[in-house]
């Protein structure tokens, strides 16, 4: 899986795990025992749909931000609750706003880095 570079308005920057492929999106990061700096879902498409993510079969809650092509923050959702390890692939979140990408982070980064919809997210 490859890496990208992350950085926040506020001037934090780190990396991520990049999931282009649908097996790497499908998996994200569940049955991982921590989320590190996150993953950031990349779709072939131009962006037209929504994204829905699940938690299937997480170990932590997440914070979620949907990005356009600019990297402009669509839709958010904070603290999402990690989901069930058997049944159904829930919970499901989607976004209101047609995105390109979406960045799963660790719970609490919308908070402690002021991200608002409107945010600019910097992906290199």
Known sequence: MTRAQVTF?????????????QEERSRGLS??????????????????VYR??????????????WLDARGMIVD???NVPPG????????????????VRVLELPAGSIVAHGLTVGSIVVIR
């Open 9 to 21: 308005p506020d001037g934090y920057s780190f990396q991520v795990e990049v999931a282009t492929t």
């Open 31 to 48: 049955y991982r025992s921590e989320c590190g700096n996150g993953m950031l879902f990349v779709f072939p498409d131009d962006g037209i």
């Open 52 to 65: 829905p993510m699940w938690m299937w079969r997480m170990r932590f809650p997440l914070d979620i931000v």
């Open 76 to 78: 958010a959702a904070m």
């Open 84 to 99: 069930p390890n058997d049944g159904p692939c829930l919970p499901v979140v989607n976004s209101m706003i047609p995105a």
